[in-house]
């Protein structure tokens, strides 16, 4: 499969946890840094976290370091964005997005996460 497809969201409380998931298949997984975004309602879509192909370089928005972590097991075609401490502000449809250095790209249909106050 050569769209990723994302997982994990969910309706959570202020201050919970969510972990999501991106899976791939074809083509070879680790080829493709991974990138995750957050779109409101009404809003441009907005970047979260990125990891590159081999998992040594990582990239979050200021505003979700220290409780978001993003991390991929090549072996599995899945990388994860472990979200700690969710705010309201958190809210919005999370997608994942396969790039190449090439400059070729797919994106997933998103997973909607609400965090409620």
């Known amino acids: 499969q050569v769209q990723p497809v994302e997982s994990g969201g969910g309706l959570v409380q202020a201050g919970d946890s969510l972990r999501l998931s991106c899976t791939a298949s074809?083509?070879?997984?680790?080829?493709?840094?991974i990138g995750w975004f957050r779109q409101d309602q009404g809003k441009d879509r907005e970047f979260v976290a990125s990891?590159?192909?081999?998992?040594?370089?990582?990239v979050l928005a200021d505003a979700v370091k220290g409780r978001f972590t993003i991390s991929r097991d090549n072996a599995k075609n899945t990388v994860y964005l472990q979200m700690n401490d969710l705010k309201p502000d958190n809210t919005g449809v999370y997608y994942c997005?396969?790039?190449?250095?090439?400059?070729?790209?797919?994106w997933g249909q998103g997973t909607q996460v609400t965090v409620s106050s």
């Open positions: 074809s083509p070879v997984f680790s080829n493709y840094a």
């Open positions: 990891i590159s192909g081999t998992g040594v370089t990582i």
């Open positions: 997005q396969r790039r190449h250095s090439s400059g070729v790209e797919y």
